[in-house]
């Protein structure tokens, strides 16, 4: 049995959702992103029963007007240029004046998650109908790689510490199956973006969203699409760090006012960089997402995150190419591990006071996370030597999993030692604990476990 036919048949035995389970909530600019990145289907049906293809989403509008300009799609197999606007409600179009608007003249395409009047046509000021498609819930939750619950439900039921009681063999089995699920998950969403904007844009948008961390993994990689590395690329080292702190908002012209003598040069200088191309970056702050800096350590202050993918660029053509490399990514690693700027070597954020030791631009932990998540995943066929990458210390999410599938952390220790069994343990705890609403009663879990039998080894 493979793990993809435990899901389906799972699935097919899961109880009806609970309609006391509230309905998700979705960030509409998130949506925006995913939609950018491609991890939506490329083929819909649109309100009026035509064949809609995404050829190509467009850029990301800096004014006032449709969320993406420079789209490409085809009706019915006749293709159109222009503008896309994506709303959560399908209301939204009136409620907001875009019928009304003549910036959404030209809009071509809808895209809507609710469609709460499918007899209600989106019409523009001159009365022209724009076709409309559904991004339907499940699939807005698979391309956010969401779960319907949040964490799992504590009360004791069927489905308490389902592996403890499995032989090793067959939870290792079972756990090297979930692991290779979960990274081919996580490559398709990379090549679903490598596809519509070159591997060396998705590589670009994933080192972004690893940077981010957690609290700021969306604006960074919001702003990784809103400056494309080859257009980025067209400017100085200079003017390309300039540009990517005016754009996250960071610059103002007195911020060197504030800030310690010693860097107040250096702040001004960036300023006046981030002037000149000021109208050709610059968004509204009502489209960008708010950067969180709350409990975040100085290390992991997205000012400093910022300023490693801006060093990162600079290099950017050699890490692209180092990156295609077989694992484990050797060389690739020992660029990273090696970004500087003399700036960011001795400050944690803008107006930080200067260090006297050197600080790391990108540490140990945030370039295997990266390894484990994107590199790896992308070369499956080196099953082996991902096999080998040993694990950090297990983070409370990790701890989390092994507490409810196994029932202790010591008891989950036999499962610890490999960076593939924490994404094992995350994704058999995200498909199984996450997804049913029935608190455990009627998991059907644990009965599926009892007809598990290891597939043929993948080494």
């Known amino acids: 049995m493979t793990y993809q036919r435990l899901l389906e048949i799972t699935a097919a035995q899961a109880p009806v959702l609970s309609a006391n389970v509230a309905s998700p909530v979705f960030n509409e600019i998130e949506i925006q992103s995913r939609w950018f990145s491609g991890n939506f289907s490329r083929e819909h049906l649109s309100n009026h029963g035509q064949n809609v293809t995404i050829v190509s989403p467009g850029e990301w509008n800096r004014g006032a007007g449709p ?114 699920h979960r990274a081919q998950r996580k490559a398709t969403r990379f090549e679903q973006t490598a596809n519509l904007h070159s591997f060396s ?78 109208l050709d970056y610059e968004f509204p702050t009502n489209r960008n997402p708010a950067w969180s800096t709350r409990a975040t350590r100085p ?30 990514f050797t060389n690739f690693s020992k660029a990273l591990a090696e970004l500087n700027e003399p700036f960011w070597d001795h400050h944690h954020t803008l107006q930080s006071n200067r260090t006297e030791k050197p600080i790391k631009l990108l540490g140990k932990s945030r370039l295997e996370e990266f390894l484990i998540n994107t590199l790896y995943p992308l070369n499956l066929e080196n099953w082996d030597a991902f096999a080998k990458v040993r694990a950090a210390a297990p983070n409370q999410k990790v701890k989390r999993c092994c507490e409810r599938l196994f029932g202790s952390l010591e008891k989950a220790k036999p499962y ?25 009663a009627d998991c059907p879990f644990p009965s599926q476990l009892a007809q598990w039998k290891p597939t043929p080894s993948h080494d």
């Open 299 to 328: 290390g992991n202050h997205p000012q400093r995150r910022l300023a490693a993918l801006a060093a990162a660029a600079a290099q950017w053509n050699s890490l692209s190419s180092l990156a295609r490399q077989a694992p484990p």
């Open 416 to 440: 610890l030692k490999f960076a593939w069994q924490h994404q094992a343990l995350l994704q058999v705890y995200q498909d199984f604990c996450l997804e049913d609403l029935s608190d455990c």
């Open 67 to 180: 969320d993406f300009l420079a789209a490409t799609i085809e009706i019915d197999g006749v293709t159109f240029h222009g503008p896309i606007e994506l709303d959560l409600d399908s209301r939204n179009w009136e409620l907001h004046g875009h019928n009304q608007s003549e910036f959404f003249d030209d809009v071509i395409l809808h895209i809507v998650l609710q469609d709460c009047a499918p007899t209600y046509f989106t019409r523009t000021s001159n009365h022209r109908d724009v076709p409309r498609i559904v991004l339907s819930p499940d699939e807005v939750n698979a391309a956010l790689g969401r779960p319907r619950l949040n964490q799992g439900l504590a009360r004791p039921g069927l489905c308490l510490t389902p592996l403890a009681e499995m032989p090793e063999a067959e939870a290792s089995a079972l756990l090297k199956e979930s692991a290779l």
């Open 201 to 278: 844009q998705a590589l670009w948008e994933a080192l972004a969203d690893a940077l981010g961390f957690s609290a700021n993994r969306l604006p960074l990689r919001l702003l990784a699409q809103r400056l494309p590395v080859k257009k980025l690329n067209q400017h100085t080292p200079e003017d390309r760090e300039a540009i990517l702190f005016g754009t996250a908002g960071f610059l103002s012209p007195t911020l060197h006012e504030t800030a310690p003598p010693d860097s107040q040069e250096w702040l001004e200088d960036i300023w006046t960089r981030w002037w000149k191309h000021r």
